[in-house]
């Protein structure tokens, strides 16, 4: 996981935080801030859709993957996502 990372240019502190424990939220959501400030939608959505498979169970992500996917045209993914971001915020 690590070599992967780093291709696609992780920050070595994130990606050890994610070969450590691939679920951590604080890991995921700083890739995805990063990507987003350096402007690189494509990245941020890839990363939530890693997150969301990687078993992060965190609302914010999957809320953040809704609003996306809702932008992009896909009602019934952005339905699913936010669906599961309110289950897991009830949680």
Do not use: C, N, Y
Not at 42 to 55: D, K
Not at 57 to 73: Q, T
């Amino acid at each position: 996981m690590l070599d992967a990372l780093a291709a696609r240019g992780v920050r070595w502190t994130q990606a050890i935080a994610l070969e450590l424990s691939p679920r951590s939220f604080p890991a995921w959501w700083g890739l995805v801030k990063l990507a987003e400030k350096e402007g690189r939608p494509a990245e941020v959505r890839a990363l939530l859709t890693e997150a969301v498979a990687a078993g992060t169970g965190s609302p914010s992500i999957f809320k953040k993957l809704a609003e996306i996917e809702g932008k992009a045209g896909d009602a019934a993914a952005a339905e699913r996502h936010l669906a599961e971001a309110r289950r897991l915020a009830e949680q």
